[in-house]
């Protein structure tokens, strides 16, 4: 399928288990992005990657771990996962190296750690 | 450092009704500026931007939205709300000429309701 996908949709975790959320674009898109969406908060940045092997903090990194070994997939792992990690998460890309400076979003994974 | 203020946490509003969310933005750079839609159960949806020249800008679905330097800020309208238009709205800035993608600062979001 073409354009940016995520999964799972839905994952019911317990405290303390790791968690891994795959994003995986077709676009090519160099810049990838991790977003939580929390009631009150907007979205809050998690992680980015900027390319293959580079990637950087966002505003709320701590107990989130990513990977980027190709350009089309960028996983985000938590790797013990907390209540306070119940969240909506999407995954985006751009390329801004164009005029359109615009991301794209996936469908999201609700995450429920309990 | 960037933020965004979305002025209204909620607005309710009757079917062919005028609507207009207000989102302030503070940045000691220039910035880009954009405005998302979120239908539930769905993922953003890009409605309008703004990263240059006219400051009234067209998007899709009939919004439109002004980009006021002195203000700054970037409400965002439409003249006459749909049933449809029912939706979460998000404005979000990144930095002009940023090395970091288009990273982008959210606001909290507003929650459109049009009532029949």
């Known amino acids: 399928d073409a354009g940016i996908t995520q999964s799972p949709r839905y994952k019911i975790t317990e405290t303390g288990r790791q968690v891994t959320l795959m994003c995986h674009q077709t676009?090519?898109?160099?810049?990838m992005f991790w977003y939580r969406q929390d009631l009150g908060h907007g979205l809050r940045l998690i992680y980015y990657?900027?390319?293959?092997?580079?990637?950087d903090k966002g505003e709320v990194p701590d107990g989130y771990v990513v990977s980027r070994s190709k350009t089309e997939n960028f996983p985000l792992t938590l790797e013990s996962a907390t209540r306070s990690q119940t969240s909506v998460y999407f995954c985006?890309?751009?390329?801004?190296?164009?005029?359109?400076?615009?991301?794209?979003f996936g469908p999201g994974t609700r995450l429920t750690v309990t | 450092a960037q933020s965004v203020t979305q002025l209204d946490s909620q607005v309710p509003v009757f079917e062919e009704a005028p609507v207009e969310l207000r989102c302030n933005y503070s940045?000691?750079?220039?910035?880009?500026l954009f405005w998302y839609v979120q239908y539930p159960n769905q993922g953003l949806q890009l409605l309008l931007k703004?990263?240059?020249?006219?400051?009234l800008v067209k998007g899709i679905n009939g919004f439109e939205a002004e980009f006021n330097k002195s203000q700054t800020s970037f409400h965002l309208r439409k003249p006459s709300v749909h049933i449809s238009d029912t939706a979460e709205y998000f404005c979000?800035?990144?930095?002009?000429?940023?090395?970091?993608?288009?990273?982008?600062?959210f606001g909290q979001g507003t929650e459109l309701s049009v009532k029949p």
């Open positions: 676009w090519s898109h160099s810049y």
């Open positions: 940045s000691s750079v220039s910035v880009y």
């Open positions: 979000a800035v990144s930095s002009l000429g940023s090395n970091q993608g288009g990273k982008l600062i």
């Open positions: 703004y990263l240059s020249g006219s400051t």
């Open positions: 985006a890309s751009s390329e801004p190296g164009t005029s359109l400076r615009e991301q794209y």
């Open positions: 990657s900027a390319a293959a092997d580079i990637t």
